[in-house]
């Protein structure tokens, strides 16, 4: 028996600049078998100016926001996911891009009991963040979660 074909749902992009460099955030949705409810995000820093771009740098590099439908905090993707501390190191010439691809079970960190756990049914609000200095952040991307 072959498993159940992935379902890849676009659920959208966003985009911001700083200076000479743009991060650019895209969301899909994925369903399957073993993909139930998981969310891909990839964000993208590239380098549009003449003079190249270079950092070493720390994970994350990259962080994404939730907020709630308020506008409240709710969580962001480091404090669900354990990172190596190695060094990244970030050299980016005229166009040439830095990826990162994560993905999010829309879960968030219970303050009470340290236990990651799915957030409640309802509209939430993503932006992506690249933390390497300058910090940029993208515009918000509503995600249903339920």
């Known amino acids: 028996m ?4 992935l379902s890849r749902t676009h659920l959208g992009d966003s985009e911001a600049k700083y200076g000479d460099l743009t991060i650019s955030m895209k969301i899909e949705g994925i369903d399957g078998k073993r993909f139930e409810n998981k969310y891909i995000i990839t964000l993208i820093l590239r380098n549009e100016g003449f003079e190249s771009y270079s950092r070493d740098l720390r994970q994350p ?3 994404v926001y939730v907020y709630d439908f308020s506008g409240t905090f709710v969580t962001d993707w480091s404090c669900c996911n354990e990172m190596l501390d190695l060094p990244i190191p970030v050299h980016l010439d005229r166009g040439e ?6 993905s999010w079970f829309g879960s968030a960190l219970d303050t009470l009991d340290c236990d990651i756990k799915p957030l ?3 509209r939430y609000y993503i932006k992506g963040a690249w933390l390497g200095g300058p910090i940029v952040e993208t515009g918000l991307i509503t995600v249903d979660i339920g």
Do not use: L, S
Not at 2 to 5: C, D, S, V, W
Not at 97 to 102: A, D, R, W
């Open 97 to 102: 891009e830095f990826i990162e691809v994560k």
């Open 120 to 122: 409640p049914m309802g």
């Open 2 to 5: 072959y498993p159940t074909p």
């Open 61 to 63: 590099v990259f962080e």
